[in-house]
């Protein structure tokens, strides 16, 4: 079936770190990607998204590539800043738009 | 826009009491979605709505779940006899249209407690 593997947690890294969190897809077809976060006490903000092979979605200094060949969408950004500690989700969604989510990944930025 | 909206934000119910939900929808948004999130796990999907019509369930849906957008706008997400098992984030979200790869906007959930 369609589902999403990204990297467990939580991870703990000091600030001004490199941040990479690995997401893996299985689907049928060609799903659009998405990296949704949750800050504490928050609901769900999309982070960035992909719609198809190679796109490159970036915000907030955070990017991910679609990579059709290895089927990942890893979340990167060069420098986090201890305000980026939230719960990191990779999603997934076909044509029915019914999105899959990643069990997520809780960072943790210390100063 | 106020974003997707859901009350009451919290519920402590008994078990064997009945439910029910309300989503608000970033207005014309003809897409609607509930979700369910479990204690560190992501969410996962229960069914939508493309305006009033009920288009998909998961098979997480049982018989004691039912849900409906009677005018296209707000749904509401009831659940019959609630278990202990029921107890859990209800998340409901938003998209424009049926394009594929829409956003969907999550509201904050409904934190539901089944004692």
């Known amino acids: 079936g369609n589902s999403v593997t990204q990297m467990e947690g939580p991870v703990t890294l000091s600030e001004e770190a490199f941040l990479t969190i690995n997401c893996t897809y299985t689907a049928t077809g060609y799903p659009s990607l998405f990296w949704y976060v949750q800050y504490p006490g928050e609901g769900l903000q999309l982070l960035l998204k992909?719609?198809?092979?190679?796109d490159k979605g970036s915000n907030k200094g955070f990017e991910a590539t679609y990579r059709k060949e290895t089927t990942s969408f890893h979340l990167e950004k060069g420098s986090v800043q201890v305000s980026d500690s939230a719960v990191y989700f990779c999603?997934?969604?076909?044509?029915?738009?019914?999105?899959?989510f990643g069990a997520g990944t809780r960072l943790t930025v210390k100063p | 826009d106020t974003g997707v909206s859901q009350d009451p934000r919290h519920k402590i119910t008994k078990r064997g009491q009945n439910v029910t939900f309300r989503c608000d929808p970033i207005?014309?948004?003809?897409?609607l979605y509930w979700y369910r999130q479990t204690l560190g796990q992501g969410p996962e999907f229960l069914t939508y709505?493309?305006?009033?019509?009920?288009?998909?369930k998961s098979r997480l849906l049982s018989d004691r779940f039912s849900a409906e957008r009677p005018k296209g706008s707000f749904s509401t997400l009831e659940i019959q006899r609630t278990e202990q098992g029921d107890s859990a984030m209800y998340l409901c979200?938003?998209?424009?249209?049926?394009?594929?790869?829409?956003?969907?906007?999550f509201g904050p959930g409904t934190r539901l407690l089944v004692l």
């Open positions: 999603a997934l969604t076909l044509l029915n738009n019914d999105m899959r």
């Open positions: 992909a719609t198809k092979a190679d």
């Open positions: 979200a938003s998209s424009l249209g049926p394009q594929t790869g829409e956003t969907q906007y």
């Open positions: 207005s014309e948004h003809n897409r």
């Open positions: 709505f493309q305006n009033e019509a009920q288009l998909e």
